[in-house]
């Protein structure tokens, strides 16, 4: 058997744009298969806030495989042993919260790669099954995200973009605003210059960037150089009942 390809890897290092669902609050692995018709590059599951842990990360993932997107999954530790457990369990992305410095950024690598790129376990993980020479090949399929949602990143963003290996360096807005003393906040100016300038800095320098995208900033995060997009789902399905209710209260009541 081949190695699963990595579409969202591959796309980003070819300098193409990729679009990823946010599958916050999905409940089982079902779901994730009626995104199918959908064919978003990427499933970007919650295991953070939400209810992605060890017991259901394989179907979840599983499931990803079945559509044919790039399996993400977001935890909730820079912890080594549960990034290279979640990769093990099936996923193919790794994003890591709250990196802060160079130190940081270095552990989310030795936790996601083999030897001779990091310190991962040796384990035949789920992509594994039945393919020759896998932990020669997984490096070059799995993808690290660090987020950069704390003010402290920003200020130590040269030293954590010396790191390599990182594929991608998102810089969600509502953390940091939170980290300004503006909670609540993600849209707020100052906020979103923050966000600009930490994007256009991470593009300078070579790297990959991206952050939460919907349809009225996506073209703002492009010009200041994002590749990568996360869209919720969730304002667009609130929009569309919204209409459905407008609709019906002129046409039926």
Known sequence: MKIRRNIVKERLHQGKTVSCFAAWGYSGPDHIERLGPLQPHGVFLEGEHGNIDPSNISNFTRSCDIIGSTPIV?????????????????????????VNNKEEAENVVEGGKFYPLGKRGSFTSRQGIGVENYHDLANDQTMLIVLLEDIIAVENLDSILDVDNIDVFMVPSGDLAQSMGLPGQANHPD?????????????????ITGAIANKDNVKNLYDNGATFFLCDPRPYMTEGFQKYQEFAKRNIN
Do not use: C, F, S, W
Not at 84 to 96: F, S
Not at 191 to 207: A, F, H, N, S
């Open 74 to 98: 977001r935890i909730n530790q820079n912890d080594q042993g549960v990034i290279y457990r979640t990769l093990d369990l099936g996923a193919l992305g790794i994003a890591v919260p709250h």
């Open 191 to 207: 906020v979103q210059k923050v966000v600009d300038e930490t994007m256009r800095r991470i593009t300078k320098r070579g790297r």
